[in-house]
């Protein structure tokens, strides 16, 4: 049998996730088709660091992560992410003077 290998000995699940349905996000890091998005290359960019987008579901993996289905609207692809992969998006304009 297969050793699974982990990224870390760390496992979320015993917290709630780290972010809502709904709540927009940035994505922290290029991220590459691994062979799992339909339609694409192995290799290509489906997402940029610094794209926005909304989680749209939350579901498991390995029994360890919380994976976020997060819909980056203006590229047109809704892609599986670990929170690490993620931040919270925060609004600049209300940090601004005027």
Known sequence: MAK????SNIVELDGPPQYDYG????????????GTY??????????QKGDV?????????????YIYGVDF??????VGMKSRELEAFENESEDEDD
Do not use: A, P
């Open 4 to 7: 699974i290998s982990r990224d």
């Open 23 to 34: 709540e927009k996000v940035v994505s922290r890091f290029n991220i590459r088709n691994d």
């Open 38 to 47: 339909h339609g694409k290359e192995i290799g290509e960019i489906l997402v």
């Open 53 to 65: 987008g909304y989680v749209s579901s939350i579901g498991t993996f390995l029994q360890q992560y």
């Open 73 to 78: 609207y203006e590229r047109g692809t809704l």
